[in-house]
């Protein structure tokens, strides 16, 4: 946390000292239809069977963690309820993480339902008739698109709510920020990543998420290949927002993303990757799917072993500017201001998930830079399913809808469209942060 607090400190604008937020300031904050869902990964302890212990990795006798989960609406108190262990709830999670990325998957619904009536069934009652939920999670939580999870009639989630994700309820008392972007959007796609590696073989892949054609052994020697398509999705939101400045190619740089100053909008498609630690079993980078080797795993901070890739990525030169932007680096960045992010690259949300503080990565990363919203992924989709949900998700932000609303909508829309209801194409994208519109209208 030390690293963090010096980053905020000198971030331009960002940093500030937080009053105590009391439940009365949450829930003044919150819409009238709207519930704040809080989870916390918490120890129960027995005063029969605890024993004190000098020993920090033996702290006593102690049950196995458990899943609390606080509900806070405008209009009633606060309200609470033990899911249950940890571990099994981990487990369901996990295994439905594994059906979402999976389109063959016939067993994804039920498996969703499941999850569903573990925990937020046990929630419908407290949240009474919201319609939006705020969504803080904790542990694996943090890597579950709540909107894909399946009711008990055997509707999404996201038929009856809209979604937006927090990293603590904290986050609605600063929401609504003044500042306004120093620049015009800035659209980053299909990078000049450089030549392939000699050693790797086989067609170089075109499309994002088509994880099996990208040749990776370690990070040390990765081939990123080119990302053509993502070039038509940057010049369809161009057209949307003709002020933006659009970077393709050699200008696709890491050097160019440093320089930004506060844009209105950051549009990054391109690479993203996330290693896995030492302990992690299957450590991977997100776009190979295969495994890294031990140097990867030796990346101790969690902000160095996920990044995205720009210009010159294959090459990486010794500099400052090697075209590999870690999310360390990425933290730097001066983005207060900046009503959007959007991470249209592969596991974006991906990190190092630690128990009461969230992600470690890219996600962790564009909070501290003053962003104040960010639309991220957690799973490999191709160009061509990415690109239809990005520009349909700015034509409704050019329409006037919400960060979060837009979102919702697109996701609807693919829904419904023939060989599109698998949760796999539509729900892979996330938002967090402010959800107003880019004119600040709720």
Excluded at 5 to 19: D, L, V
Excluded at 36 to 44: K, M, R, T, Y
Excluded at 48 to 55: C, G, H, I, L, V
Excluded at 327 to 351: I, M, P, Q, R, Y
Aim: glycine fraction near 10%; proline fraction near 6%; include cysteine.
């Amino acid at each position: 946390m030390d690293l963090e607090s010096k980053i905020s400190s000198q971030a331009s604008g960002f940093f500030e000292r937080s009053k105590s937020a009391t439940l009365s300031d949450v829930r003044s904050a919150l819409p009238d239809d709207a519930a704040l869902i809080e989870f916390a990964v918490f120890n129960p302890i027995s005063p029969k069977t605890f024993e004190f212990s000098d020993d920090v990795d033996d702290p006593g006798s102690r049950a196995p963690a458990h899943y609390a989960v606080y509900v806070i609406t405008k209009n009633a108190g606060l309200k609470w309820k033990d899911l249950g262990e940890a571990k099994q709830i981990d487990d369901q999670i996990d295994s439905v993480r594994g059906a979402l990325r999976d389109p063959s998957r016939k067993d994804a619904t039920e498996m969703l339902r499941s999850l569903d009536g573990t925990i937020m069934q046990p929630l419908r009652t407290l949240t009474g008739a919201a319609t939006h939920l705020f969504i803080s999670p904790d542990g694996e939580m943090s890597l579950l698109p709540f909107e894909a999870l399946v009711d008990e009639s055997g509707h999404f989630l996201v038929e009856k709510y809209s979604f937006t994700y927090l990293t603590s309820g904290r986050d609605l008392l600063r929401s609504q920020r003044t500042a306004g972007g120093k620049e015009p959007p800035l659209i980053v796609a299909d990078p000049m990543f450089g030549p392939a590696d000699p050693a790797t073989t086989g067609k170089p892949a075109s499309n994002r998420g088509m994880s099996s054609k990208v040749a990776t052994r370690d990070m040390g020697n990765t081939y990123f290949a080119p990302l053509a398509g993502s070039a038509e999705e940057a010049k369809r939101i161009k057209e949307l927002f003709p002020d933006a400045r659009l970077l393709t190619g050699a200008a696709a740089s890491e050097t160019a993303i440093k320089a930004a100053n506060a844009p209105k909008i950051l549009h990054l498609a391109t690479h993203g990757f996330f290693l896995e630690d030492e302990a992690a079993a299957g450590a991977k980078l997100s776009r190979s799917g295969k495994p890294n080797s031990p140097a990867n795993a030796r990346l101790d901070n969690p902000l160095l072993r996920s990044g995205l890739a720009f210009a010159g990525a294959n090459s990486r030169k010794p500099g400052a500017d090697n075209g590999i932007l870690t999310a360390l680096e990425a933290s730097g960045l001066n983005l207060w201001g900046t009503k959007l992010v959007v991470l249209s690259a592969c596991d974006t949300g991906l990190g190092e998930v630690r128990t009461g503080e969230g992600v470690y990565g890219l996600r962790r990363a564009f909070v501290l830079t003053g962003a104040e919203s960010l639309v991220m992924s957690l799973w490999p989709v191709s160009d061509y399913i990415t690109r239809e949900l990005m520009v349909g998700y700015y034509k409704n932000l050019k329409a006037g809808m919400g960060r979060g609303e837009a979102l919702r909508q697109i996701e609807l829309d693919m829904l419904k469209r023939p060989g599109r209801s698998h949760p796999f194409y539509w729900a892979s994208f996330i938002q967090s942060g402010e959800w107003a519109n880019l004119d600040g209208k709720r």
